[in-house]
């Protein structure tokens, strides 16, 4: 299941001719964001088998490149490869519905914070690990100036919050139940790979959490305005 993303399209509007023709051919299933179908309100979007692979299916290559670890799927037990990737496009529909709300509160901020969240959980969904997290998709959890004064362990939003910070909240516990997920399966993969997977579920969700707390923020800001 492959996501074209606001990112994807700015580059296909780079790099080809796709203003020219204003014809986007994918394969059948592919999920546009809503990020994205705002570049494509004037291009036909086409879904057919491709004998080569479709351009955006191809990840961009990070400013500072490692290599990854990518496990053989057929290796594992046929348990862990079932239950990871439900778990997996169970968050990755939870983002997608958070950028609809995103979208609708006119909040391309958030949207565009949530297409990086989308590239860890397809990197997840195929078993893909790196050393670094926050180098490889340059994303930072500590970034926000409130992340030392709101600790997950000791803070919890209400109601009051707002729609959008509630709706982050609830993605962050997906992403825990996902860490719980990837612990429960400790035998199936090499102790290197299963760390790396453990902390990358842990750094996902810690940016995640800073999110919310960005957007409460704004919330509030707003109110006292």
């Known amino acids: 299941m492959a996501i074209l993303t606001e990112n994807n399209i700015r580059k296909l509007l780079r790099t080809t001719n796709l203003k020219e023709t204003k014809v986007l051919v994918l394969e059948p299933g592919t999920i546009i964001t809503p990020s994205a179908k705002s570049y494509l309100t004037d291009v036909k979007v086409i879904y057919e088998e491709q004998s080569e692979p479709v351009p955006v299916e191809k990840a961009e290559e990070p400013v500072v490149c490692q290599a990854p670890i990518i496990r053989d799927e057929s290796l594992l037990h046929p ?9 997996v496009e169970q968050v990755i529909g939870e983002v997608l519905y ?5 979208l609708q509160q006119q909040n391309r901020g958030l949207i565009t914070e949530l297409d990086s969240v989308l590239n860890v959980l397809q990197d997840f969904r195929q078993l893909r690990f790196y050393e670094n997290d926050s180098v490889h998709y340059q994303m930072d959890p500590g970034k926000y100036p409130l992340a030392d004064f709101y600790s997950a362990d000791t803070f919890l939003p209400n109601y009051t919050d707002g729609e959008v910070a509630l709706m982050v909240y609830r993605l962050y516990t997906q992403i825990r139940n996902l860490q719980v997920e990837a612990s429960s399966f400790q035998t199936c993969l090499p102790f290197e790979e299963y ?14 959490w800073m999110l919310m707390i960005q957007e409460i923020g704004e919330s509030n800001k707003g109110r006292s305005v």
Request: aromatic share 18%; glycine share 4%.
């Open 98 to 102: 958070g950028q609809q709300i995103s």
């Open 195 to 208: 760390y790396r997977l453990i902390k990358a579920c842990r750094f996902l969700a810690d940016f995640v």
């Open 79 to 87: 348990q862990f490869s079932l239950n990871w990737k439900i778990k």
